[in-house]
């Protein structure tokens, strides 16, 4: 955008100081400017597209790392309004013929999800998530840790 606006960042307490989670003094000087979508660099061919938001980009890069996988590739929307449509289309469009996913740690009928099947509703696009539900959270660390891992490994078609 041509205007300048003040940095609003919601984020949890684990992205505080995770490693992989800063930028260099170099990128937030000079002629940069804000990416709303952030693509894969690692990934040129891939049978999957992975589209996220907020920490989870990082668990997923995570796994794709440990289990050393090659053909999966994680795009991060970083400004979800106004959507960047235009630039997510071109993403993915450069897949070709790659399986196309929305992934969130939210239930099904919360979070992202709902908004983005208005712009990609005639799209091949599913939606990795927990199942929809009345709560955000199932109130138990252990549940919530085991449907995290699950909600991953489908990400990467594992589960």
């Known amino acids: 955008m041509p205007f300048r606006k ?9 992205m505080l100081r995770h490693p ?6 170099e990128e937030l000087t000079g002629k940069t ?3 709303e979508v952030i693509a894969d660099t690692e990934v040129k061919k891939a049978k999957r597209v992975l589209f996220c938001s907020g920490k989870l980009y990082y668990e997923l890069n995570e796994y794709r790392r ?34 196309v996913f929305w992934v969130q740690e939210e239930s099904a009928n919360m979070g992202a999800w709902p ?14 998530s927990r ?26 078609g594992v589960a």
Request: charge should be positive; proline fraction near 5%; charged fraction near 25%.
């Open 6 to 14: 003040p940095l609003v960042h919601m984020s949890p307490k684990s």
């Open 131 to 156: 199942k929809a539900s009345a709560s955000p959270a199932t109130g138990f660390k252990k549940i919530h840790d085991q449907q995290q891992e699950l909600l991953i490994k489908s990400a990467f």
């Open 66 to 99: 440990t289990n050393k996988i090659k053909d999966v590739a994680i795009i991060r929307v970083e400004q979800l309004y106004p959507l960047p449509e235009a630039e997510i289309r071109s993403i993915i469009k450069q897949y070709g013929k790659a399986e």
């Open 20 to 25: 992989e989670c800063v930028s260099k003094i």
């Open 33 to 35: 400017k804000f990416m």
């Open 115 to 128: 908004y983005l099947i208005n712009y990609f509703r005639k799209d091949d696009i599913q939606v990795i």
